[in-house]
């Protein structure tokens, strides 16, 4: 017999048919197999706009406009503020604060605040402040008569007359003249093109009569020499939708009269009839 043995194959030795079994090897490629593949470039991107996106703060909305004030508001702002200080309200030096910033003020909402803490004046209205009686009649329909284009911009009486009444548009601004002569310019069933009309006057040894309803305010600028420009009627609070009326010029031996009226055929707040004085 012979003393040669079998040779045992080698485990450290890689098969030619296979994979190596060894230990380390195996131990390697099992996590690479099981590793998850990593998300996509384009993926992580998206994500990131997502994020950015929802961490950004939103946008606050565009702020409403404010009514811009006019020279006549600061005026009558103004006037309040000296009558305060004749009253004892203010002293020399909050006057003079107040009325620098009232001539610096460009909205209502700049000029409420210098009157907010005084007692509003009987008969008058200042800026922003709500009315304090009940509205007059046809007061509601304001916001639907303000808009559109003037029926006419002049008239002129020269030893005769002119007259404007019922249903017209008040364009922006609107000239009277009258020699010699008279017009009458009825604002209490008309339309207004702008929420402010100017209307100059001009009366030479003549007379100028413009009518306007409860609500409306009026501001009367006009000069006379030998002569007036006149504001009767009742006088009412203006309604804050309501036109202003803006009445300038000059009557030379004439006169021009602003008079509030009711429009015909209304009723009085209350429904009771005026009683006549004695």
Same mark, same amino acid.
């Given at each position: ?14 098969? #030619?048919? &296979?994979? +190596?079994?060894?230990?380390?090897? $195996? !131990? %390697?490629? @099992?996590? *690479?197999? =099981? /590793? #998850?593949? &990593?998300? +996509?470039?384009?993926?992580?991107? $998206? !994500? %990131?706009? @997502?994020? *950015?996106? =929802? /961490? ?223």
């Amino acid at each position: 017999m012979s003393d040669e043995r079998p040779q045992k194959p080698s485990l450290d030795k890689p098969s #030619p048919d &296979g994979p +190596s079994l060894d230990g380390p090897s $195996l !131990e %390697k490629a @099992a996590p *690479e197999a =099981a /590793a #998850p593949a &990593g998300p +996509s470039p384009e993926k992580v991107a $998206l !994500e %990131k706009v @997502a994020l *950015e996106k =929802a /961490a950004a703060p939103a946008r606050p909305e565009a702020a409403v406009p404010a009514m811009r004030a006019s020279d006549a508001d600061r005026e009558q702002v103004v006037e309040r503020l000296r009558d305060a200080v004749a009253e004892g309200r203010l002293d020399m030096e909050e006057f003079g604060e107040r009325l620098e910033a009232a001539y610096a003020s460009r909205t209502y909402a700049e000029l409420e605040p210098l009157t907010r803490d005084l007692p509003p004046v009987p008969g008058s209205a200042l800026p922003g402040a709500a009315p304090a009686t009940a509205p007059a009649p046809g007061a509601a329909a304001w916001p639907g008569r303000i808009g559109g284009s003037g029926t006419s911009s002049t008239a002129v009486a020269v030893m005769s007359g002119f007259q404007r009444k019922g249903r017209w548009v008040v364009p922006a601004r609107f000239n009277a003249v009258a020699v010699w002569g008279g017009g009458e310019l009825d604002l209490r069933e008309a339309d207004f093109a702008e929420r402010e009309v100017v209307i100059t006057c001009v009366a030479i040894m003549g007379g100028i009569q413009i009518t306007v309803p409860p609500g409306v305010q009026v501001d009367v600028r006009g000069i006379g020499v030998m002569g007036a420009f006149d504001h009767s009627g009742t006088q009412t609070v203006a309604h804050p939708d309501a036109p202003r009326v803006i009445v300038n010029g000059l009557a030379f031996w004439g006169g021009v009269e602003v008079r509030t009226k009711a429009p015909k055929g209304s009723k009085p707040l209350g429904g009771d009839k005026p009683r006549k004085e004695l």
